[in-house]
Each structure stands twice: as C-alpha cells, then as structure tokens.
C-alpha cells in the first residue's frame, strides 16, 4: 500500500468556515489522509468535552487517519457519511456543533495506481473508495447500453455518452474489460477525432463511472440532510465540492435551508409561516487562491459553501 498523503484543499477558509469552539464536537465526514481533520481536533479541549469523530469509508484512509490524529481529541470510525446518524448515535452522541464534507475521490487514491481511479496509469479497473462491492470493471462488463449511456450522462455531462457506450458493449463482446487502460483507449477511440484531440476524452467517462460505483451523490444527498438536522442551533456544515454536479445539489440544499416566506410578493403580509432555518457563512463559495493553486494544481475545482443552524426544524 503506498503511503496516504493527501494535500486538504481549502484548508484555511474550511477551518474559518467552521468557527471551531475548544469544547465543540465536530464530524469530518471525509477523514482521508486526516488533513482536515488534524486542524480541526488540534483547537479541541477534551477537557471541556472538545471531540472529533472522523469518518471514512476507505480502510486505507482510515489507518492513515488514525495515525495522524493519535494524542488528539479524535476517533476515527470506518462508515459512509451518509450514516454519521448511526455512528454518532452508537457513540452517545445526538448533536454536534459542526460538519466537514469533502466530496470526491482523493490525491492518494488518485495517485495509487491499483485503485484503479486513474485514466494515466494501467491498472485493474476498481474505484471502489471502501474496497467493497459492485466495482468498475463490474459495471463496465455487465450494465446494458442503456444504463452504462444513462450514468455517463447523469454522472459525466458527457455529450459522447451514446457512442461509447456502444464501443464497450462492443469492445466487451470479444473480452471483459479489465484495466484502466483499456477503458481507456475505448473511450478514445470511440469519440470524434477533433474532441479527443482538444482535451482527454477520459475523463468525464471516468469521473460518471466512479460517482456510479460509489453512489457518491446519492451519498451526498442523504448526508446533506443528515448534517444539518445534526447540528447544535450556531453549529455550522461546511462542504467542498469539486465538480458542478455535487457543486449544484449543495447550492441547492443550502438555499433549501435559508429560505423564509414562500408567499406571493403581493400578498401584503406572511401567511406561510416560513422561516429561514440557515444562514449562509459566505454568499458565494470559496475557491482557492493563487498561492494554493501553485501548490496544490488539484485545488483549481473545489468550491466551499457552508451555512450556520439558526432554527431547528
């Protein structure tokens, strides 16, 4: 196993974001490398209650984590986050003060090539985050046209999602489809020459299938919701995404939680009731600055949105 690093994104305007108090307990529900979470449990005082509870679904990330944060206020618990509920409520805990999401895949299981995220490196076709489960070569070899057409369109925004998944159909019709390579040169010879030549044509197909295989916006979807009833009135969630898709459910979540009055702008007084149950922290999203992008180049896509609990529903 190669080592677990991971450079946090955003780390300052995350660790802003989350207005961490010494006595606050606080979930990381993405612990990867344990970037984040280092900063976030190093401002805790277990003294006066002060605890972090880092989940993750990937092993390796867990172990990496665990070292990380040993002598620190934190316990790092192998889980989706969308199930932070079950976890905190196994650990006698009901409401927290605050909640860190950072969505998507990470610099290590990028970069280990027998994780099969990659399009770069040949390796076995798997983006499984927790190692478990339906994988990439399983989807690839046994979804129809149909399906394998619907998730690169909903999860990639690939406009080519038609022809290529006719080619692997094809292509799988001969052999299974098992590494990344092949998947790969599918991909690229099944789009327009002019489209494969202005950027990598990989990437969208990739980036469909791993959010399929990880079910990660329906994970997002459920934890959204998840954190926010979560939280302590001034208790806030913060959350970074890196693509539009996740970028879009958050925005949307976030507005969910602000809106007030619902009622027509000529009705001369409120009679929904409606009350906004958030604050935004910032009103447009975070990104990084130019010092970050030269040293983390990964950074260049991740937006931060976070809102403060004013109001229980």
Do not use: W
């Not at 660790?15 to 344990?34: E, F, M, Q, S």
């Not at 489209?195 to 197909?205: G, I, L, V």
């Not at 997002?220 to 890196?242: K, S, Y």
């Not at 937006?303 to 403060?308: I, T």
Request: with cysteine; charged share 30%.
């Amino acid at each position: 196993m190669a080592d677990f690093s991971h450079i946090p994104v955003l780390l300052e305007q995350t660790i802003a974001a989350l207005d961490i108090k010494p006595n606050g307990v606080y979930v990381d529900g993405t612990a990867g490398g344990g970037g984040h979470s280092y900063e976030i449990a190093k401002r805790l005082d277990l003294t006066h209650g002060g605890r972090l509870i880092a989940l993750d679904r990937d092993t390796q990330a867990v172990e990496a984590a665990s070292k990380r944060l040993k002598g620190l206020p934190a316990q790092v618990v192998k889980a989706e986050f969308a199930d932070m509920r079950q976890v905190l409520y196994e650990l006698g805990i009901k409401r927290v003060d605050g909640v860190l999401l950072d969505i998507g895949v990470s610099s290590h299981q990028l970069d280990d090539p027998q994780r099969g995220f990659s399009y770069h490196t040949d390796a076995p076709l798997d983006m499984r985050m927790s190692m478990e489960g339906t994988s990439a070569r399983d989807l690839v070899n046994e979804y129809s046209e149909n399906m394998l057409k619907g998730i690169l369109y909903k999860y990639g925004e690939e406009k080519y999602a038609p022809v290529i998944a006719r080619a692997i159909v094809r292509f799988r019709e001969e052999k299974p489809i098992e590494t990344t390579l092949e998947l790969a040169q599918i991909v690229k010879d099944a789009v327009p020459a002019k489209y494969r030549n202005q950027k990598n044509p990989c990437r969208k197909t990739f980036q469909a299938i791993r959010i399929a295989v990880n079910d990660e916006l329906g994970q997002l979807d459920r934890a959204l919701d998840e954190a926010f009833d979560l939280l302590n009135i001034g208790g806030r969630l913060a959350v970074i995404t890196f693509h539009s898709l996740e970028d879009r459910m958050v925005k949307q979540r976030l507005a969910k939680f602000t809106q007030g009055c619902t009622c027509p702008p000529d009705f001369p007084q409120c009679v929904c009731g409606n009350k906004p149950h958030a604050r935004l922290v910032n009103k447009k999203p975070l990104t990084a600055d130019k010092e970050e992008l030269e040293t983390n180049p990964r950074s260049r896509s991740a937006k931060l949105r976070a809102a403060e609990k004013i109001l229980d529903y």
